[in-house]
């Protein structure tokens, strides 16, 4: 993909949230990665979404130097850079405080797959990373969350492609995916199936997670290279 | 009803599936039956609605076998015919993951007749569909799905005119009615009853159902040769 | 008003309905009275909203005869001719199924003040009106509904016009009002303060109601002749 | 700012309530302040957000005296004045009865700060201002109502400037702000906490504040003199 057209797709993809309902705001922030370059295009910061323009994108490398625009990057742009630099099979990165999956960020619960909605996107539960230490805040906050993130799923064995989204404690959700609109299309399906859970729940507070092989079924069904869902 | 009419007919189906909210991204799917020729309309996989256009939806028969459209018809393609091929007297289905039918169905929590909202459209208790089997599924998982739906309704002697909705266990809800609008009229029902459910029983945990004189009455009022709403 | 400008303001009512989120396919009907003539415009049945027109309006005296129009008026119509004739200060009425005011029907549980919300609009708690006997629904459904309303603000010496509304038993809300647009604002009042109490009570299961001399003080702020509130 | 752009924008602000989803028929009013001549524009009382226009802001003084506008100001005006002369750093002024943070104060509970989306605009917890005893109704409610804010600022050492918001008790939120908009965008933030606020205790009941480390971080990454958000 082009550059310019990179540009268009964050562009397309950061006015998803707010059609999508996961933003309040200014409340959220995508981008998307060009690979062979090395340079990602995130969303200017405090930039209301009726504002921004292609021009207005803002690009940066890998080492978190702005390499063109005139605006600030989103001041999240330290954990995108670090979480493209660890997970290096993404393409696109989605930040949000959607109402429900910053409920379970704020409470630090983990999300169960409890049913096929969740199966089709994420491949188990969606875990929940720390917060920062005073120290960590102190030293480089957005940096360290990035950090964060990538020591979470090490230390659980998780695969970021099969797991795209987190929950930070305290703070609120990131998802990511195989370019930006894949990414947004992550942090919709955290914010329902937070939601569903929650209902869920309110019927069964002992619910059983959906059972393995349903899990596999549905994930398979849209990921990997026995998928037929879609064209 | 001509088949571009029935085109016509499932498309606007469809497009109401987003307006209503039932659906987000592409996480629904409605059909709509010729009786005389055995043919069903259905929309293609994992297209948005935006994107859906009379050409693109895929014509079906009652083997499977795509007969009209250059797409994949939806996964769920082959739970639409088996509910076709036994639930003789239907002519619209609608499959959606709506927030609060969803919440029933990942909870297995039948739906009880609490007001005549529900009544107006479900005579009775929306039953639960159990999950498939590890066998099942690797079988043929969308048509064991139909298979299922047919079984519980068969066990339970259920008539799918008077109920024309169930949830699946784990997954989400399925309507049908008497074309594919009212399928759909059928998931909107569904889904605000199930809302409707989830705060009648935060106000009063041992709600009783409607009584059966005016689940009775509200029913006929709208189905049947007696009723007299509408025009 | 003339007969024409009241079909108008009828109309109107009708729209402000979907445009308020009060209803979802057909479920709610707004009528008008003209006290002069006795005849009061009301919604037909079963039509859809964006279907409506001045000239499908339907024109009914208070025997409950069509005086004008060729359409079927709402089934609620009944409802409505026993509230015209019985509380003789109103001018409008609306029937919804809003979902938190059908919640609190569908438990048939009183809401009762909790803030200034309510204070604004209902004088106190708003009442339930019991469910109808076997013998009520089958003689004549929608006349005796009526006949229960009435009963219920007698019995409980309730004034119409300081509370404009109330919740049928296992059904749904009826507000009503100077004419048919203040009813209509009754029921978005009504339907957000049921909202407000299921959350009020989450935060505080024993919430007491509001002081009464609040209450007095803000819903006379709006109506009677001390009123201040507006133009 | 001339006049006349303070009337442009505070209209725009009014406009913004409908828009963001914080109020229903006409229960909000936002104001600003002129500060060199001390002339606040405001939203006329009752008027629907439809028909508002830059001729019909009404102009009042800090004495309570309309300076310009033919029609009655809010009925809030009185609150609104006693704000802006105690409260000198603010600019903006905002009334709603938006449902989660009116659920807040119908409970007369306080929101503790349990996440950055909180910290971003509240420095800690938002507090809960009493209800008006029958004298301070009878007296003068609105001018009493801004008092007892202005009380519970006082004797809790509250800056308004870092605490932009209060509940008060079984009525609604006040927020304010820099300027009108800038108090609008804190209405939208304290009704998202609220409600993520509930959601977060029916995760866990007992859920802990945001550590105090992260609070100052998020708030002065925002707000103050080493801020970085934003152009």
């Known amino acids: 993909m082009h550059l ?26 995508v981008s998307g990665i060009d690979r062979d370059k090395g340079w990602f295009v995130i969303k200017p910061s405090g930039v209301s979404y009726a504002d921004l323009s292609v021009e207005k994108m803002v690009v940066v490398d890998l080492e978190g130097t702005v390499v063109e625009g005139h605006l600030n990057p989103s001041s999240d742009t330290p954990t995108h850079r670090i979480l493209y630099r660890e997970f290096e099979a993404i393409g696109g990165i989605c930040h949000t405080h959607s109402v429900h999956a910053t409920q379970f960020s704020q409470a630090g619960r983990e999300l169960p797959c409890h049913g096929t909605t969740h199966a089709d996107h994420f491949h188990g539960t969606v875990p929940v990373v720390r917060e920062l230490s005073e120290d960590e805040v102190a030293e480089d906050y957005e940096t360290n969350t990035g950090h964060a993130i990538v020591e979470t799923f090490r230390e659980r064995e998780l695969d970021p492609v099969a797991m795209p989204a987190c929950f930070q404690a305290f703070h609120a959700p990131f998802t990511w995916g195989k370019n930006a609109l894949d990414a947004v299309k992550n942090s919709v399906a955290l914010e329902v199936c937070c939601e569903m859970a929650l209902g869920t729940w309110r019927l069964n507070a002992d619910q059983a997670p959906l059972p393995e092989h349903i899990l596999r079924k549905h994930y398979h069904r849209k990921h990997g290279p026995d998928a037929y869902y879609g064209q």
């Open 4 to 29: 310019l057209d990179l540009r268009h797709h964050v562009l397309e993809a950061n006015l998803m949230l707010e059609r999508e309902g996961l933003v309040r705001l200014t409340w959220g922030n």
